[in-house]
């Protein structure tokens, strides 16, 4: 069960899971079906693969957005994209070390390598979701490895 009084960055846990699974919240009228999440940093490791391995230097901030692919029910099951980073439960394969913010900003503070990843909040029958997972290397700064 999900409490309507949790508040995060201003909206109410119910508007947040509206907004999530696409159930007509905030504004939206269509019937949208989240399908898959997808994980990106803008810090990858090869520019053109924002989805995939990640790299900073201690003390660098990493931003991880995630995006909703979803499918309208009310329009041919067309595909809709969402920015959903606020939407999410954030994990790390060592929080003490390397967590993201619920908006997705991370700071680094540890060299090493982290996991990142998200997955949808549970939602009554709903099944949750989980992203791809990114890497983060975090290196001494001015130093190249």
Do not use: K
Request: proline letters at 6%.
């Amino acid at each position: 069960m999900l409490a309507a009084a949790v508040v995060i960055g201003g909206a109410t846990g119910c508007e947040i899971v509206d907004d999530l699974l696409g159930n007509g919240g905030a504004g939206h009228a269509d019937r949208l079906l989240l399908q898959s999440l997808e994980l990106e940093s803008d810090h990858p490791a090869v520019p053109a693969e924002a989805a995939g391995a990640a790299i900073a230097t201690n003390g660098a901030l990493v931003r991880f957005n995630v995006t909703g692919h979803y499918i309208n029910l009310d329009d041919g099951d067309a595909p809709v994209e969402r920015t959903i980073s606020g939407s999410v439960l954030w994990e790390s394969s060592d929080p003490a070390l390397a967590q993201p913010a619920s908006d997705g900003r991370l700071l680094t503070t540890s060299t090493g390598a982290f996991t990142i990843s998200v997955s949808t909040p549970p939602a009554g029958d709903v099944l949750t979701l989980d992203s791809n997972p990114i890497v983060l290397t975090v290196l001494t700064a001015g130093t190249a490895s």
